[in-house]
């Protein structure tokens, strides 16, 4: 068996030990060398290595921001942390982190493909391919440069992308959205929804009934909030739910959405896969300024329409397209025409209860052209 003992190169014998699948006891060995300060930067980078292996993502990111905080303009201990980051899924730091020990030494040709690795989990291919390109070719780099060419072409935004997205926005996201932008998806909504939904049953007994306008919507609906994002939509739906749940590639976006204590059940996914999941049924399923980074809506629809309870409702916002079919826009958000989104429902089962030009934000203060629709099981 290998072991860190005296007489054995600890460097060489703890990498050994991890390419046995024995990353654990490597970071044991290492810890210990450590604590009794027979250890130096190359031995904390080999633990942040063993740590990783383990699946220790958490003790890996304490011990290389140790690393960065003992030797800070050392590239190999940035490149370190930013690795760590990598495998923790903290796309934003981790990128930077890298893009620091290039600085640092820009012969780092790990911190270059790690970069490329980086972009890739964030769906940003063209980033992805110009980092590729500084890297000398192997099937590993063809298969990355495949793996881009594949987002480019997708009939939807990456999943990663929009994490890290959303990620990056999630600080200040409702000050951007309603400050700057006059974000008003969620109040379309609930328009839309007093308009196709009124007088709605389906509330259990005690229910509260909530007037807008001259319409009437009873409290008691079981909600599903596609993109919940932070909650806005959430907040502006609670009045009428009996139970509300969220789902959002986001983690940051959750986090934000779970404090604002609206949610009876929050999921970080893809929505795509999570409506195809088995699960329950709701009466009201909302996507507000979310099918924007999606262009083919078939597998949101038959999702939708799978889950939906019966006579129940799928109401959502676009950016509109004219004519036929969908496009990806200037700012990467997917257009989809009046055509394209009657037609879609109808080959998923679903009927148009809705249809309205409708305004969901501004950009450089101009309004977005879009549509709210309302469709029913």
């Not at 060489?12 to 699948?21: P, R």
């Not at 590239?75 to 890298?98: F, S």
């Not at 999630?170 to 609930?190: E, H, K, N, T, V």
């Amino acid at each position: 068996m290998l072991e860190l003992e005296e007489g054995h190169d600890p460097i060489e014998a703890a990498q050994a030990l991890i390419a046995v699948g024995k990353a654990g006891e490597a970071a044991q060995g290492l810890k210990a060398r450590l604590a009794a300060g027979r250890g130096g930067l190359l031995a904390r980078l080999t633990l942040v290595e063993a740590l990783v292996a383990a699946g220790d993502t958490q003790g890996a990111l304490e011990e290389a921001r140790e690393a960065v905080s003992l030797n800070p303009n050392i590239a190999v201990a940035v490149l370190g942390l930013g690795e760590a980051l990598l495998a923790a899924d903290v796309l934003p730091t981790a990128i930077a982190e890298l893009q620091r020990a290039l600085r640092i030494d820009p012969d780092l040709p790990r911190a270059r493909e790690l970069i490329a690795v980086a972009w890739l989990k964030a769906g940003e291919a063209d980033k992805a391919l110009e980092a590729l390109g500084a890297l000398e070719r192997s099937p590993q780099v063809d298969a990355m440069i495949a793996a881009a060419q594949a987002i480019k072409t997708a009939p939807r935004s990456d999943a990663g992308y929009v994490r890290h997205l959303f990620d990056q926005f999630s600080a200040d996201y409702d000050a951007r959205m309603i400050g700057q932008l006059s974000y008003a998806g969620p109040q379309i909504l609930l328009d839309l929804a007093a308009m196709v939904m009124p007088g709605r049953l389906g509330a259990s007994a005690g229910s509260i009934a909530i007037a807008y306008g001259r319409a009437t919507i009873e409290k008691g609906l079981s909600i599903l909030d596609l993109g919940c994002g932070t909650g806005l939509a959430g907040a502006v739906f609670k009045p009428l739910a009996s139970k509300l749940d969220g789902v959002d590639l986001s983690p940051a976006m959750i986090e934000k959405a779970r404090a604002r204590g609206l949610y009876d059940q929050l999921m970080v996914a893809d929505l795509e896969t999570a409506l195809a999941e088995a699960g329950p049924r709701y009466d009201l399923i909302l996507a507000a300024d979310t099918l924007v980074y999606l262009g083919d809506l078939r597998g949101v629809f038959n999702g939708v329409r799978a889950r939906l309870a019966p006579e129940g409702y799928f109401l959502f916002t676009t950016e509109a397209k004219s004519g036929d079919g969908f496009e990806l826009g200037p700012k990467r958000r997917w257009r989809h025409s009046d055509a394209y989104l009657r037609a879609t429902a109808q080959a998923a089962g679903l009927s148009l209860a809705g249809l309205v030009a409708a305004t969901p934000r501004f950009e450089a203060n101009q309004p977005v052209e879009g549509f709210a629709v309302a469709l029913t099981a």
